[in-house]
């Protein structure tokens, strides 16, 4: 069974700065694309920012100049430094990951629980 586990959510003060975390574990054949979505109260979850399997990255453009995705491809994880962080910003962020867990099997999406970040002074 595949999991994604989040950690390093949190309260913070305005322009602070928090990384998040995300390890994928389980029967694991590939995972190509990862990233991070998150969730506002009355919103709906929006692409944050994502990285290939190549090493590509796409950011949502509010984030842009302030977050930064990388991965660590042979422990399975993806990670999401977030700095300059706004009280906008403040939502559950999930973990996203398009894998395969079985070989001749197509890759498909899977989710963490989600990790809470509040700005708030």
């Known amino acids: 069974q595949v999991q994604l586990v989040e950690s390093g959510g949190g309260l913070v003060q305005p322009g602070g700065s928090l990384t998040l975390s995300c390890v994928a574990s389980?029967?694991?054949?590939?995972?190509?694309?990862m990233g991070w979505y998150r969730q506002a109260p009355g919103k709906q979850r929006e692409l944050v920012a994502s990285?290939?399997?190549?090493?590509?990255?796409n950011y949502e453009d509010s984030v842009k100049g302030r977050f930064t995705i990388f991965r660590d491809y042979a422990k399975k994880m993806v990670y999401l430094q977030m700095n300059s962080l706004k009280s906008e910003d403040t939502a559950v962020y999930y973990c996203?990951?398009?894998?395969?867990?079985?070989?001749?099997?197509?890759?498909?999406?899977?989710w963490g629980q989600g990790t809470q970040v509040t700005v708030s002074s």
């Open positions: 990285i290939t399997s190549g090493g590509s990255t």
């Open positions: 996203n990951a398009e894998l395969s867990s079985w070989l001749g099997l197509p890759a498909r999406d899977y």
């Open positions: 389980g029967r694991i054949v590939s995972i190509n694309g």
